[in-house]
């Protein structure tokens, strides 16, 4: 349990080398990505110093800024196999070669005014064609003595506006005509005309106005000049973008490792820059994993000379790699979100995927639901996954709910973490017999038995004298009876009673782990309280004599009982007897799995009966039943997707993790990237993670 619950194990180690060597360092450390490189310690930093910014630091970070604008305008191209280059002396120089930057400067500065003419230009062909009535020479309203405006505004607000206006100008002129509801005018205004008055105006009726374009000629004749104009700058534009595309095409590839090459090694000067330096040796810090430690030795020692791995004795708090099975590693999220483990305590992901996807699956307990939502998750996964990121087969609100609270990624992980638990839905689901609340197990039971001799439960149902359906046939369990429910009742208190105690024996594996006696002698406290207080309910329920007086089990449950309020009181004080309802309530808690199911199943047998009284009528009571049962299953559906998924979760979160959970820990956060575009300078594969 210790290898499979725990994060990765790691150690802080020193590295000590000469200085010639630490780009090689660097570099080595950069490919395998298994090194979070700390700040020095306070006895290190007494006898070493730091650099300063050095010249080569300066040119590489300007050279990056130079690509990455370069990259910003150049439209991106397929990129096939990978850039090498032998040193950062001859990247650079490659760099600072490059002269079709000045080129593709003056061609974005004629494309952006291009595409200001091509605005400007749709402008007047839309404004123009709108305004056709006006059949005059467009520069008589351009006369010095006049401002001239094209106006649309509601019919009933025209004449409104007009007097507004003409209150305090009887100078104004104007030509309109109605299409429709808007009337469209023209308005000319004396040079004097307040401004404040005209805005005023033309906010309190809702009146559009834009000036009038400078250009000559009738409206007809000014609109297909500026169609053909249009034509020319579309087609300049288009040229332009061919001329980048070419460029592109022969440069972009160059580019893309120039760029990932430039930032691997400004990160590295970043960490020189930090480094504890002598005049002839280097040191630096971090965290590894500790499987790690004897290949960097090996990879030091092959690559440099006189370079040096220590292992730091200390009582820090490690940061925190999570090291779960691939198929597991989509659960570390729901970890994540809660809290990350600090880098000594259990990694719960395993407990977590197992538990959560059996929660999940009985809360939905239907075929139906389980096999609509397992087709869904598929459909997201291969939607996302594939690259075909469109969900405009949903229902539009539907589909910006889902976009509003989850991006495309965290949909895949979610449906990911569905999957299992639909399918134990599907299979509760045949246990109980449901299929979106329908009974069919009886229809295929009954075929199966006549054909095959078997003795499955009987089909059909049982009716009542008064014609009432009272159970219907193929169940192995049916939630809704008072023996299903007991029986599930039972099961979630005893999962309930189980889920808790496996918690409490984590705790106080922690406890042992860091040397906490009381904590471990509270927790065992907690145990037996637990125990007693579950055993002692059964009793109860199975009418047992619990007399301690006169039953040696009832006196056993009693001491389990006083037991552990004594050792918990000895372990945590006062605060323990306030908290010991809490342990009742956490191991009942579970019973709300039942409720779920039940809610669930109730809805889906509300909607079923409603179709089934409805479809039997005359018009238009079928339409409306069809309509009833698939909304009503589409909603239940949408409720099978989250409520069992939120109280899944919180179940755990509270009633599991609070008895040995204590979180806070600090992501391990390597040193490098993983390459994409260029290839690794020391040919090192790197651990996948």
């Known amino acids: 349990m210790t290898t499979i619950l725990k994060p990765v194990n790691m150690a802080k180690i020193a590295v000590i080398g000469l200085k010639k060597y630490r780009q090689q360092i660097l570099s080595i450390l950069h490919e395998l990505r298994v090194i979070q490189i700390e700040p020095l310690s306070k006895e290190a930093n007494s006898f070493l110093h730091e650099e300063r910014e050095s010249d080569l630091h300066r040119e590489i970070s300007d050279q990056l800024i130079r690509v990455r604008g370069l990259l910003n305008v150049l439209p991106p191209v397929p990129i096939s196999g990978k850039s090498g280059f032998l040193s950062v002396k001859e990247l650079t120089q490659t760099v600072k070669t490059m002269d079709f930057d000045v080129k593709i400067a003056s061609m974005e500065r004629e494309k952006d005014k291009i595409l200001t003419d091509i605005r400007e230009t749709e402008n007047n062909i839309k404004l123009l064609e709108e305004f056709s009535f006006f059949s005059e020479d467009l520069s008589l309203l351009h006369l010095a003595f006049v401002r001239s405006y094209f106006g649309r505004v509601d019919k009933e607000k025209y004449p409104d506006f007009k007097k507004a206006l003409e209150s305090q100008n009887k100078d104004i002129m104007t030509y309109a005509k109605e299409n429709g509801k808007i009337t469209h005018f023209i308005l000319l205004l004396p040079p004097t005309f307040p401004s404040n008055i005209l805005a005023s105006s033309v906010n309190q009726h809702g009146v559009h106005l834009e000036a009038v374009p400078k250009l000559k000629g009738k409206p007809t004749t000014v609109v297909n000049t500026q169609k053909n104009i249009l034509s020319d700058l579309k087609k300049k534009l288009s040229q332009i973008n061919t001329d980048e595309i070419e460029i592109s095409k022969k440069y972009y590839k160059f580019l893309k490792g120039a760029e990932e090459q ?78 990350l483990p600090e880098g000594r305590e259990f990694d719960p992901t395993l407990i977590f995927a197992f538990i959560f996807t059996v929660f999940y699956g009985m809360m939905i307990g239907d075929v139906g639901y389980g096999l609509a939502i397992l087709l869904v998750c598929f459909w997201v996964i291969r939607r996302v996954e594939k690259g075909k990121r469109n969900f405009n087969i949903m229902p539009t609100f539907l589909r910006k709910f889902a976009l509003t609270i989850l991006r495309p990624t965290q949909m895949v992980k979610l449906a990911k973490v ?272």
Not at 279 to 301: C, H, R, T
Not at 523 to 550: E, S
Request: neutral net charge.
């Open 262 to 339: 430039l930032e691997i090694e400004n990160k590295k000067l970043d960490i020189v820059e930090n480094l504890g330096v002598t005049d002839d040796v280097f040191a630096l810090e971090g965290w590894v994993p500790k499987s790690e430690i004897a290949n960097l030795d090996s990879l030091f020692q092959k690559h440099t000379k006189g370079t040096t791995v220590f292992t730091l004795e200390n009582s820090e708090n490690p940061p925190t790699l999570l090291d779960n099975p691939k198929k597991f590693r989509v659960y570390e999220s729901f970890i994540r979100f809660y809290s």
């Open 418 to 689: 569905m999957i299992p638990g639909c399918i134990v839905a599907i299979i509760l689901g045949f246990c109980f017999n449901l299929y979106f609340g329908f009974h069919l197990n009886g229809y295929l039971f009954t075929y199966l038995n006549e054909t095959f001799g078997l003795s499955l439960p009987p089909g059909g149902v049982i009716i009542g004298a008064d014609g009432e359906i009272l159970e219907p046939g193929g169940n192995f369990l049916d939630p809704l009876s008072t023996f299903g429910l007991r029986k599930l009742l039972l099961v979630s208190g005893y999962i309930g009673l189980g889920i808790v105690s496996f918690g409490l024996v984590l705790g106080i594996l922690n406890a042992l782990r860091e040397g906490q006696k009381k904590h471990v002698i509270a927790k065992v406290g907690w145990l037996a309280f637990g125990w007693g207080i579950a055993l002692l309910g059964l009793g109860m329920i199975n009418h047992q004599d619990l007399n301690p007086m006169t039953s040696i089990t009832g006196a056993i449950y009693f001491a389990l009982i006083l037991g552990g309020i004594g050792m918990m009181f000895f372990g945590e004080g006062v605060r323990a007897m306030m908290e010991l309802p809490s342990i009742i309530s956490h191991i009942l808690s579970y019973t709300r799995i039942v409720g779920i199911l039940l809610a669930s199943i109730i809805l889906a047998h509300v909607i079923d009966f409603i179709f089934i009284k409805a479809i039997d009528n005359p018009l238009p009571f079928p339409i409306i039943a069809i309509i009833i049962l698939f909304v009503g299953h589409i909603f239940n559906i949408i409720i099978g997707v989250f409520e069992p998924g939120i109280q899944g979760a919180r179940l755990l979160y509270v009633e599991f993790f609070s008895k040995f959970y204590h979180g806070n820990g600090r992501p391990f956060r390597p040193f490098g990237k993983k390459r994409r575009f260029t290839y690794d300078q020391f040919n090192i594969e790197a651990p996948k993670t």
